[in-house]
C-alpha cells in the first residue's frame, strides 16, 4: 500500500524567502505526482502535474521535481509572499487510487 | 468551462440518518474520486470510479457506497450516521488514472 509522507507538517518564514517542501512516497511505481495548495475549509488547487516520465515542472514562482526511483518530490516556492499561505499537498497516482500526503501548512509572514 | 461542482455546500442531518451527496466532474472527464477530511486531518480517500465502475475503495465500512451515472457524474451515500462522519467531503475529477485531478469546493456534512 503506497505510503505518502511530507516533511515539514508547518512552516514558517518571512516573506521574500525562497522555500522548499517535502514529498516522499514508498511505491515508486506511480503514474504521476500531483501538487496543490489548499486554503482553510475550501477545496484543493492543483498547482503542478509530473508525469512519471518527467523529472520537474515549472510554473511561475513554483518549480516541482520528481526523483521516482528515491521516491521524492520537492515543490521549489521562490520569493514566496503572504498569499502563498496554505496548506500544500502532494498526491500520488498508483494504479488503483491517488493517495495524498498529510500536507504542510506554509504560513509567510508580510 | 465549469470546474468540478459538489452539491450541497452544507449539509446537517441527525445520527442515524442518511446522506447524498452530488458531483459533477468537467465535462469530458470520466474518472471520479471521493475523499473525506475530517477537521484537522488529511484527505482520506473513499471511492475511485471511472467510465461507470467503481475501480477501488477505500478502509470505510460498507454503509459508504457511491454510483457514477452514464454522464460520468457521481453520487456518494452515506447510511446510518455517525457523529465522526461530519467532515469536507471532496470530490475530484480527472480524464484518467494519469491526467491532472481537479477538486471541487466540498461539502461540509455535520452530523448532530
Known amino acids: 500500500k503506497q505510503e505518502v509522507t511530507q516533511i515539514p507538517a508547518a512552516l514558517s518564514v518571512p516573506e521574500g524567502e525562497n522555500l522548499v517542501l517535502n514529498c516522499s512516497f514508498t511505491?515508486?511505481?506511480?503514474?504521476?505526482l500531483q501538487w496543490f495548495r489548499q486554503d482553510p475549509g475550501k477545496g484543493l488547487t492543483s498547482l503542478l502535474l509530473i508525469q512519471s516520465s518527467q523529472r520537474e515542472q515549472t510554473s511561475g514562482r513554483l518549480n516541482a521535481s520528481l526523483d521516482k526511483s528515491s521516491g521524492r518530490s520537492t515543490l521549489y516556492i521562490a520569493a514566496s509572499q503572504p498569499g502563498d499561505s496554505a496548506t500544500y499537498l502532494c498526491?500520488?497516482?498508483?494504479?488503483?487510487?491517488?493517495?495524498f500526503g498529510a500536507g504542510t501548512r506554509l504560513t509567510v509572514k508580510p | 468551462e465549469a470546474g468540478v461542482t459538489q452539491s450541497p455546500t452544507h449539509l446537517i442531518k441527525t445520527r442515524g440518518q442518511q446522506a447524498t451527496l452530488r458531483c459533477s466532474p468537467i465535462?469530458?472527464?470520466?474518472?471520479v474520486y471521493w475523499y473525506q477530511q475530517a477537521l484537522g486531518l488529511g484527505l482520506q480517500f473513499l471511492l475511485w470510479?471511472?467510465?461507470?465502475?467503481?475501480?477501488n475503495r477505500g478502509n470505510f465500512p460498507p454503509r459508504f457506497s457511491g454510483r457514477q451515472f452514464p454522464n460520468y457524474s457521481s453520487e456518494l451515500n452515506v447510511n446510518a450516521l455517525e457523529l465522526e462522519d461530519s467532515a469536507l467531503y471532496l470530490c475530484?475529477?480527472?480524464?484518467?488514472?494519469?491526467?491532472?485531478?481537479?477538486f471541487g469546493q466540498g461539502t461540509r456534512l455535520t452530523v448532530v
Open positions: 511505491d515508486s511505481a506511480i503514474y504521476n
Open positions: 470510479y471511472d467510465e461507470g465502475e467503481e475501480r
Open positions: 465535462s469530458g472527464h470520466t474518472s
Open positions: 475530484a475529477s480527472s480524464l484518467g488514472r494519469s491526467t491532472e485531478a481537479f
Open positions: 498526491a500520488v497516482f498508483n494504479n488503483n487510487d491517488m493517495r
